[in-house]
């Protein structure tokens, strides 16, 4: 299964924390920024269709697949139409903005890596154009709606039932 989240919902941290529990097997965060961008070959074009073929890749393999985390953007989201079923998408709510902001200006004041401070451009810069694109998703959707909510809040037995797999701990990050 193919998990689309917008930035800042906490993709990585959940992936990290289930390792270091020893939870993670089968379940791989694939960062979009290694396909988006390389200092020195520039922005790729249509980066989004090697980007969503790694992911449906990695998705498929192993005797039960793999649940690949992956960006929200609207270039993935209409690439994964085309190609891919078993797909959720998880975004905060609307209202939420000013909240997200500053979510990811904390992380990137943290950590000013070009990841998040991307991140932090996106959500200032694209929140409304994001916004549409998601409300308009054919997709599942989930929805974070509330400033301490992050992926493993919402994301629990729907995704990972099958695997009986157990993610218990809940709190902000």
């Known amino acids: 299964m193919i998990v689309m989240a917008y930035p800042g919902c906490g993709k990585t941290t959940m992936v990290n924390e289930m390792r270091s529990n020893g939870m ?7 960062e979009s ?3 988006r961008y390389r200092e020195n070959l520039g922005r790729p074009d249509r980066w989004w269709e090697l980007y969503v073929n790694v992911a449906v890749d990695l998705s498929n393999q192993g005797p039960f697949g793999n649940y690949v985390f992956v960006s929200s953007h609207a ?5 994964l139409l085309r190609v891919a079923q078993g797909t959720i998408l998880i975004h905060p709510a609307r209202w939420m903005k000013d909240i997200w902001v500053q979510r990811l200006t904390r992380r990137a004041e943290d950590d000013p890596s070009p990841k998040n401070q991307m991140a932090l451009a996106r959500v200032t810069n694209c929140w409304d154009e994001d916004m549409d694109s998601m409300e308009r998703s054919p997709f599942g959707r989930l929805v974070i709606g509330y400033d301490q909510e992050f992926v493993r809040d919402v994301i629990g037995d729907y995704v990972f039932r099958d695997r009986k797999l157990q993610y218990a701990e809940k709190g902000p990050v």
């Open 33 to 35: 920024s290694c396909f």
């Open 75 to 79: 270039e993935v989201q209409n690439e």
């Open 24 to 30: 993670a097997p089968g379940v791989i965060d694939l």
